[in-house]
């Protein structure tokens, strides 16, 4: 079994920063790409950034430049550092990981989420 627990999300105020992690655990072979996504009330849940297992990252044209995605493959764990947030920021973010397990069985794993308010 392989769960994704996150944490890090809260409240903030307009240009400010929070870091978000996301660890994997249990019968994991290896992880491929790891990510988050966001969804805002109302809205569909949409790519923030995303992380190979070599450091290859991509995101999405409105976090560039402000939103840094880092991983720690030793640690099974995926960060996102978010600086100068702004209010449209406010959703609820997933940690996504394509994983291995030891029996060979690979899919996409979500976490349960973790709420990002930033107030103007």
């Known amino acids: 079994q392989v769960q994704l627990v996150e944490s890090g999300g809260g409240l903030v105020q307009a240009g400010g920063s929070l870091r978000l992690s996301c660890a994997a655990s249990?019968?994991?072979?290896?992880?491929?790409?790891m990510g988050w996504y966001r969804q805002a009330p109302g809205k569909q849940r949409e790519l923030v950034a995303t992380?190979?297992?070599?450091?290859?990252?991509n995101y999405a044209d409105s976090v560039k430049g402000r939103f840094t995605i880092s991983r720690d493959n030793a640690k099974n764990t995926v960060y996102l550092q978010m600086n100068t947030l702004k209010p449209e920021d406010t959703a609820v973010y997933y940690c996504?990981?394509?994983?291995?397990?030891?029996?060979?069985?690979?899919?996409?794993?979500w976490g349960q989420g973790t709420q990002v308010t930033v107030s103007s």
């Open positions: 996504n990981a394509g994983i291995t397990t030891r029996i060979g069985y690979t899919r996409d794993y």
């Open positions: 249990g019968s994991i072979f290896s992880i491929g790409v």
């Open positions: 992380i190979t297992s070599g450091g290859s990252t």
